[in-house]
């Protein structure tokens, strides 16, 4: 198998791009190489820029080796996420990379360089905001989800796309990774040992326990639709009014809500580390929360509202005139996004994974005091789901707990 390098880069993507102009100078760039704001993290792929003043295409070979942590790795996981790519291009043409061509023999592909936009996550760790980011993140998801359920597909393209995407491997990280291995290890002693037994006793506490392995029950046998799996803000590039979407070698046939969840955990976080974080007023402060807020209430809205117009104008016709069966898959998203949430959130803050949501506050106390108000949500909205009828719930036991803590600390 070929495996890439700045030195036979160029040549690669002229045999199999005969249209690219070489003609005019290339820089060539390796993923990780820059910063992490500019490149992202890079854990796992190796990916390279190459940019001319015409165009800019972004190369992906996913190698048996994980490029940082040096674990092994499936390599099958880069033609499925060509795959996936290739489905949502066709739903969602507009927060999808467009996709130039795939190698399957060598596991590389190439798609458009999307860094003409910011990724999201280092622009919210700056107090920047994107006007439209809740609508089409709601929209991105909606959409996917829907033209890829049993509720518009015939069934045999759905259990097409089920086997297709089982992704066992990829999805077995997250299985253990996120909802049992990480909360039956020591805590890392990074905050201090006060916090440390604190967060330690949240998260073997029994009633929690349960509700991540229920959780992770649905998890591993919801095959409701393709789900990217790791929806966070470092994989959503944006600006004001455009999106684009990448890393999907996690996608799999998984249940509604789940990505819905999982952006929404990282909204918490930042609106955490907001209450906390250095701002040059306390009036961008209050902004910036109040934004936040708002976004993650858009985001619903925009999933929900989304969601209903596909199935108004385009669920089969034995479903269509159920709404009955539609209210009560809302409900069931709702409640468990929420739990998603919870857990994902919970998973980066107490890990020893880096989250540049809260590394960014350099003042150990003040980001000490961000990740248990994280953690404090966390345990509230866990069981506090079950009632919300709406996302208005959720921001209200936000803001509740956020003035108890601060209450406290006062």
Known sequence: MLTLSKDNILSYIKEHMPDFDDSVPAKISW????????DGDGYVNHIFRVQTEKEAYVVKQGLPIARVSQMPMETYRNRLEYDSMRIR????PEYTPRLKFHD????IFVMEDVSYLQISRFQFNKNV???????MCGECMAKTEFYTSEFYLDRDKYRSLMNRFENTPMRKIMEDGMFLDMFNEPLEDRLGQEFMHFA????????????LYKLRRMYMTH??????????????FASDDQMKVIDMEFSFMGPFGYDLGYLAGNLISQYCAACFKPFPTEDE??????????TIKRMYYSYFLTFAECWSENCKLRYRDQDGLRRSIFDEIMIDSVGYASMVNWFRAASAIAYPDFDVIEDIEARRHAVTLSLMIDWQIMFARYRYQSVDDLIDTMLFVERNYKGLLE
């Not at 399957?104 to 596991?107: A, T």
């Not at 905001?129 to 609508?135: L, M, Y």
């Not at 402060?285 to 708002?294: D, I, P, Q, S, T």
Request: overall charge negative; hydrophobic content about 35%.
């Open 89 to 92: 291009e066709s739903i969602v």
């Open 129 to 135: 905001t994107f006007e439209h980011f809740g609508r």
């Open 223 to 236: 095959a409701d639709a393709l789900i990217h799996a790791d929806f966070h803000t470092s994989n959503i």
């Open 200 to 211: 330690d006793q949240l998260s073997r506490d029994s009633r929690y326990v349960t509700e």
């Open 104 to 107: 399957p023999e060598n596991n």
């Open 285 to 294: 402060r209050v902004h910036f929360k109040a934004y936040l807020l708002a």
């Open 31 to 38: 993923v990780g190489e820059g910063t992490e704001e500019e």
